[in-house]
């Protein structure tokens, strides 16, 4: 089922979007991370206000806010639509050039600027669900940022159909455009007071149809070694190292069980991201990843167990582990408000899509939303293979993201 009169923008400013490096900057202190996502801030500033959307502005922190007023003569809870405008330092978004392959049938995709990245239907399965469709890559040597370019051209394509079809009846839209979500700083200086939306729906979601109010709860763990330095010429009986012992640590760290190699599903793992150091001090730091806290408590004492093993062979050294709260599992939080929920299912099928519910082996900024105090499920932008020079995106499931808001807005109106 279509929203009445809808006339797709979707593609158009998909492409003007990625073409725009925005990737943002874990190493850099300031928000936004790269003063270049702002680029792309300004734009869909200027969209926003040539569509008629009159408070939309960027602030200096470089999110967009906008306002899409009411048309209803009833008290509908205000909602907002997020995404976020950063691409992932994983991998190149400079000079990204989009190609659209018109009526996929099933062949292997070759990405031009780099023959070797080829996207194959045995290595992309939901690709069997595109037949005739059309996909729009990247040409081979950077990522595409349907991750999360597709939500952000998808909340703007329902933008103009508010804004151009008043006899739509919907509450309040409130859009937020965040930076910096890739290195999970997305929500550090977003304004919730200012935003002033009761529920939130960020659109950030991968295959056609999916719909995830669930995601993993997140700690970081930073292992601290305190060695013992001594000239390598004299240094029998007196050197500890460091670097051995953080080696010895990672080594002895599961590997069947408990990584991200071998796990899937609900299961969760203990993951080292990085290390460094020296004789005398090293780090490791790790993420710690699962849907409850009693698990993490469990793989947090595994992390434990197996530092304090391994520095018990070095008496003249020590370790400590700290760990950090990242995010938390929105579920808890959306149980108490089943309608945000169930009004998105409702949209999903109202566009003629069947739902796929599903919990993210991630986060989004609707974790740290949730728990912010505007709950906020995960809804398909239909993204693929994101982090990579082979993700792609399909237009048609970039049109049934957009029904799904538009019908998704006039489902709070009709249930107000």
């Not at 006899?167 to 309040?172: A, W, Y």
């Not at 292992?223 to 080594?251: C, L, Q, R, W, Y």
């Not at 993420?287 to 304090?308: G, P, S, Y």
């Amino acid at each position: 089922m279509k929203a009445p009169g809808i006339h797709f923008t979707v593609l158009e400013r998909f492409l003007r979007y990625v073409v725009i490096d925005t990737q943002s900057d874990p190493a850099s202190p300031t928000t936004p991370s790269t003063e270049k996502q702002k680029n792309l801030g300004r734009l869909l500033v200027e969209e926003l206000l040539a569509m008629g959307v009159a408070d939309a502005h960027l602030d200096d922190h470089g999110y967009v806010y906008a306002t899409i007023p009411s048309n209803s003569d009833k008290q509908v809870p205000v909602i907002c639509y997020c995404s976020h405008m950063d691409t992932s330092p994983d991998c190149s978004g400079e000079n990204v050039k989009p190609i659209v392959h018109l009526n996929y049938d099933g062949s292997d995709i070759v990405l031009p600027d780099d023959p070797s990245e080829v996207i194959r239907l045995s290595e992309h399965p939901d690709l069997a669900e595109q037949m005739g469709n059309d996909i729009v890559t990247a040409s081979g040597t950077t990522l595409l940022g349907a991750d999360n370019k597709a939500g952000l051209a998808e909340i703007m394509d329902a933008a103009h159909f508010f804004v151009n079809h008043p006899e739509f009846k919907h509450g309040t839209i409130k859009i937020l455009f965040t930076p910096d979500e890739e290195i999970g700083r997305g929500v550090d200086k977003a304004d919730l007071k200012k935003l002033g939306a009761d529920f939130g729906y960020t659109v950030d979601g991968e295959r056609l149809g999916s719909f995830e109010d669930e995601t993993f709860s997140a700690n970081a763990a930073t292992v601290t070694i305190h060695g013992v330095s001594a000239h390598p010429g004299f240094a029998k009986g007196k050197m500890e190292s460091a670097i051995k012992m953080a080696s010895e640590i990672v080594a002895a760290l599961p590997k069947d069980f408990l990584s991200p190699e071998s796990t899937e599903g609900r299961d969760g793992f203990l993951h080292p991201v990085s290390i460094s150091g020296g004789v005398e001090k090293a780090t490791i730091q790790l993420i710690v990843r699962d849907f409850t806290d009693e698990a993490l408590v469990q793989h947090e004492a595994v992390l434990q167990n197996i530092v304090d093993r391994v520095v018990a062979n070095y008496p003249h050294s020590r370790a400590t582990v700290e760990i950090k709260e990242q995010y938390r599992n929105m579920k808890k939080v959306l149980v108490e408000f089943p309608q945000v929920s169930e009004n998105a299912v409702e949209a999903i099928r109202r566009s003629g899509v069947k739902p796929h519910l599903s919990s993210i082996r991630g986060g989004t900024d609707g974790s740290r939303l949730s728990y912010m105090g505007l709950p906020c499920p995960n809804i398909f932008a239909g993204e693929h293979a994101f982090h990579s020079r082979q993700e792609w995106v399909s237009v048609q499931d970039m049109e049934k993201a957009v029904e799904t808001l538009i019908h998704l807005a006039g489902i709070w109106e009709e249930r107000a």
